[in-house]
């Protein structure tokens, strides 16, 4: 797996094929199957695979351990505590890269618990598992996987497939997560941070300092461990609009249908309630799939380490509305858009496009132009203080570009009333 030019991580072939086959059958979007009531979320069972055996809400009690985190801290801890007790030798976890290695982090094979720890907060940059995977395979060792949701279907798959990845693999822990992004999207903060390429050692998408509740946190680049450049706040700056106008976002993100990391032993997210986002400590929420894993759960609680409570799955799915009406909602007419226009798209999705009221356009065409314009404008070698704010003036709504494509699409229903009403005739 290697970087494009993008910023995304693509396949290359490092010798002859075998033939074999198993990259597709093990690829997360690859022989899918949907129907239009897949799409629909059961909050009974969050849309998973596998159903639930307990959900629930919380934190760490180690306040400093809390704060450190993205959110309440339970994966971090949890991972910790199976390391501790001989469940597992090693987890595979995203850390810092080094810098020989021209990333900002990647996967890595964490055996003690000091590398658990460095690995807490959420990192947005792509990231690929083989390596980590094929190093704790050669060493024999019982590991944990994070992963994204389309990670852990890829594992999950290959589990199944390859006898080593059974062997080797105990746990498979997954994030909810709305998208991912390109390694472009920190070049993007950095530069409206004012941060040059060499004037930083690491960076933290979520950092606390200050912060009045759980969703008020801010990207920050650091040198030496001492801040640099600007903070840029997750609300109230314009470049932190380049998360929902889905800047720098990889294309198969568009069709992905998994909210709940559907393959995952467990799944964890931070609690967007309001009764908890007031909290700028943050608080999880984890989602167990296995009786033993929510035993190990109960038991922290019992000892102190962590504070728990149940959680109806109703309220594990209000707290992921924004993305679940994404993800299943409006993913059939994002597949209906991409079909007429000759997109390529998941075969298994092809029967679960149709049309929505109001939004099959307009909506769908934003996102496609916003990432054509990341793609056009960002390599272009402009200043990049300049191209992060061409990119927000550019992708920020109808101002500029679709006055002419809204006449175009209001004649367009006119004309399709018109089909309709000379049928019924």
């Known amino acids: 797996m290697h ?60 306040e ?20 501790e007790t001989g469940e597992i030798d090693a987890a595979i976890v995203v850390g810092e890269a080094t810098s020989a290695q021209d990333l ?35 060493e024999k ?11 852990c279907r890829a594992i999950r798959k290959a589990m199944a497939k390859v006898l080593p990845f059974k062997e080797c693999i105990r746990y498979v822990f997954g994030l909810v997560c709305s998208h991912t992004v390109s390694a472009r999207y920190t070049e993007f903060l950095l530069a409206a941070a004012g941060v040059g390429k060499k004037d930083y050692d690491r960076v933290s998408y979520r950092e606390k ?40 976002v990889p294309h198969a993100c568009d069709y992905c249908t998994d909210v709940f990391a559907e393959a995952a032993d467990a799944v964890f997210m931070d609690a967007w309630l309001p009764a908890y986002v007031s909290d700028p400590r943050g608080t999880s929420i984890v989602v167990s799939r296995r009786a033993e894993l929510t035993e190990m759960l109960e038991g922290l609680k019992e000892i102190g380490r962590i504070s728990i409570a149940p959680i109806p799955p109703g309220k594990v799915a209000a707290a992921q509305k924004g993305v679940i009406a994404f993800k299943r909602e409006r993913l059939p007419v994002r597949a209906a858009y991409a079909l007429e226009r000759g997109k390529i798209i998941p075969e298994g999705l ?25 793609n056009v404008l ?24 679709d006055c002419g494509f809204a006449w175009r699409e209001a004649k367009r229903v006119r004309w399709k009333m018109e089909i309709r009403k000379l049928n019924e005739s």
């Open 141 to 151: 060792q019982k590991i944990a996987i994070v992963g994204l949701p389309c990670q």
């Open 209 to 248: 300092t200050g912060s009045q509740s759980a969703n008020d946190y801010s990207f920050q680049a650091f040198k030496d461990e001492r801040p640099v450049g600007r903070a840029i706040p997750q609300q109230g700056h314009e470049a932190s609009k380049s998360w929902g106008r889905r800047l720098f």
């Open 3 to 62: 970087l494009n030019q993008r910023g995304e991580f693509r396949p290359q072939l490092s010798g002859p094929c075998s033939g074999c086959g198993l990259c597709t059958k093990v690829c997360p979007q690859a022989n899918v199957s949907f129907s239009p009531d897949d799409l629909r979320v059961d909050c009974q069972s969050l849309g998973i695979a596998g159903g639930v055996t307990q959900s629930f809400i919380g934190h760490v009690v180690d």
């Open 378 to 401: 960002w390599p272009i070698p402009l200043p990049r203080a300049l191209k992060w704010r061409l990119l927000i003036a550019l992708t920020g709504g109808a101002k500029l570009f």
């Open 64 to 83: 400093s351990g809390r704060v450190r985190s993205a959110s309440g801290g339970l994966l971090t801890h949890f991972l910790i505590f199976l390391l």
């Open 104 to 138: 900002l982090f990647r996967a890595q094979v964490a055996q003690s618990t000091e590398q658990i720890r460095k690995a807490a907060k959420s990192k947005y940059y792509p990231t690929e598992l083989s390596k980590a995977i094929k190093q704790a395979v050669e």
């Open 350 to 374: 092809k029967r679960s496009a149709r049309s929505g009221p109001g939004e099959k356009f307009y909506p769908e065409r934003f996102r496609q132009r916003n990432r054509l314009v990341c």
